[in-house]
């Protein structure tokens, strides 16, 4: 299993930037999916998530409003709009596989992160 996030980069409060997230190694339209993220000196924080149908789709409520998650079957990616950002929004985001088709919070597999830094 890979997972593997592009994307991330420095952005200014009020900004936009769209990560990205290949998959590989398993079946990727059985499986639901994940953004976390890890700002510094506090604990992981999934962001938002996708069943895998995309169906059924939560979001943490900072950011509920702001970013989208999506996910595309067909080319094994699951991305993450992020409009709106602001400075708290500033950390490592990973991207997680689910042990199972629906959101259970169980994951199996992280990718190695990419970096979003919002400042002015």
């Known amino acids: 299993v890979q997972l593997v996030e592009s994307g991330g980069g420095l952005a200014q409060p009020g900004g936009s930037l769209r990560l990205s997230c290949a998959a590989s190694g398993f079946i990727f339209g059985s499986y639901a999916m994940t953004w976390a993220r890890q700002a510094p000196d506090t604990g992981l924080e999934w962001v938002a998530r996708i069943d895998s149908i995309g169906a059924e789709i939560r979001y943490t409520d900072s950011v509920k409003g702001r970013f989208t998650i999506s996910r595309d079957n067909a080319k094994n990616m699951v991305y993450l709009q992020m409009d709106n950002l602001n400075f708290e929004d500033t950390a490592l985001y990973y991207c997680?596989?689910?042990?199972?088709?629906?959101?259970?919070?169980?994951?199996?597999?992280w990718g190695r992160g990419t970096q979003v830094t919002v400042s002015s």
């Open positions: 997680a596989k689910d042990s199972h088709f629906y959101s259970s919070g169980s994951y199996d597999a």
